[in-house]
Nanobody
Framework: QVQLVESGGGSVQSGGSLRLTCAAS????????MGWFREAPGKEREGIAT???????YYADSVKGRFTISLDNGKNTLYLQMSSLSPEDTAMYYC????????????????WGQGTQVTVSS
């Protein structure tokens, strides 16, 4: 049983920064890819950044150049450094793991955390 626990969310002003953390426990060896997703009120959950075991990263256009995903395999911890935040980034942020896929589509990700809220005020 894999457990993913996100932390680091909060309230920040526009232009600010936050770092999200996702701690993984249990059997995580099957994860080929880890990713960050977000869901804003009234919108579908979207993939924003993913990283595979060898460090290849993928970003949604909306966050490219502002967000950085990283993975510490030794600590089984996933990070998302977010900068230049805007109100449009306000959402619940989730981390997830997939066995064989590393794109930004949500369906192949089998393990999900409970989410951490990010609120950006103007």
């Amino acid at each position: 049983q894999v457990q993913l626990v996100e932390s680091g969310g909060g309230s920040v002003q526009s232009g600010g920064s936050l770092r999200l953390t996702c701690a993984a426990s249990g059997y995580t060896g099957g994860h080929y890819c880890m990713g960050w997703f977000r869901e804003a009120p009234g919108k579908e959950r979207e993939g924003i950044a993913t990283i595979n075991k060898i460090g290849t990263t993928y970003y949604a256009d909306s966050v490219k150049g502002r967000f950085t995903i990283s993975l510490d395999n030794g600590k089984n911890t996933l990070y998302l450094q977010m900068s230049s935040l805007s109100p449009e980034d306000t959402a619940m942020y989730y981390c997830a793991g997939a066995n064989y896929y590393c794109g930004l589509t949500t369906a192949p990700y089998r393990d999900w955390g409970q989410g951490t809220q990010v609120t950006v005020s103007s």
